[in-house]
T-cell receptor, first 114, second 114 residues
Framework: NAGVTQTPKFQVLKTGQSMTLQCAQD?????MSWYRQDPGMGLRLIHY???????DQGEVPNGYNVSRSTTEDFPLRLLSAAPSQTSVYFC?????????????FGPGTRLTVL | AQSVTQLGSHVSVSEGALVLLRCNYS??????LFWYVQYPNQGLQLLLK??????LVKGINGFEAEFKKSETSFHLTKPSAHMSDAAEYFC????????????FGKGTTLSVSS
């Protein structure tokens, strides 16, 4: 099992550019989510999905889009990058959307927007 | 709504000393509580979690935490710190609604000196 994988590990964008952060898991998990981590802010939820074809917004969804066409993949799209989106992005998954399920995190993508 | 407060953004201990990382929660429903650890440049991994039952929860790497409802606390402890424990630690709470993601505290960085 590779677990949760994320690509790329690092990315530098210019303001206004768009890009997609990739996330994949090979554990057949139903629940997947995206967080951003900023210094002194902990992790904040961007979007989540409880299964293929179903997505919903988290705490900080503005400027981001997601889709879930397969169980394995949950890409995060930045539509028009802004400096405020400079952050470390983590994808996570769990077997189900249950409140006691353990979340498994990917290694993160460090994004800088100039 | 659920929330988590971690007291102390930075804790320093000597190798062999007691580790105590504080976490207080706010929840309108019975909480499910988690501690995650993040080593430098890595994703988060679960240390331990409290769902129901025994209030003293043992986790990996010698860590444990005690759920105290009367104090709304879930402090993380380890009797003897090791250099390899140096990392950032996050307390998180989950609500009782399926699909609800974790709500994280802002994190506590643990430094261990020899």
């Amino acid at each position: 099992n590779a677990g949760v994988t994320q690509t790329p590990k690092f990315q530098v964008l210019k303001t206004g550019q768009s890009m997609t952060l990739q996330c994949a898991q090979d554990m057949n998990h139903e629940y997947m989510s995206w967080y951003r981590q900023d210094p002194g802010m902990g992790l904040r939820l961007i979007h989540y999905s409880v299964g293929a074809g179903i997505t919903d917004q988290g705490e900080v969804p503005n400027g981001y889009n997601v889709s879930r066409s397969t169980t394995e993949d949950f890409p995060l799209r930045l539509l028009s990058a802004a400096p405020s989106q400079t952050s470390v992005y983590f994808c996570a998954s769990s077997l189900y959307a249950g409140v006691t399920d353990t979340q498994y995190f990917g290694p993160g993508t460090r994004l800088t927007v100039l | 709504a659920q929330s988590v407060t971690q007291l102390g953004s930075h804790v320093s201990v000597s190798e062999g000393a007691l580790v105590l990382l504080r976490c207080n929660y706010s929840s309108s429903v019975p909480p499910y509580l988690f501690w995650y650890v993040q080593y430098p440049n890595q994703g988060l991994q679960l240390l331990l979690k409290y769902t129901t039952g025994a209030t003293l929860v043992k986790g990996i790497n010698g860590f444990e935490a005690e759920f105290k409802k009367s104090e709304t606390s879930f402090h993380l402890t380890k009797p003897s710190a090791h250099m390899s424990d140096a990392a950032e630690y996050f307390c998180a709470v989950s609500g009782n609604q399926a699909g609800t993601a974790l709500i994280f505290g802002k994190g506590t960085t643990l430094s261990v000196s020899s």
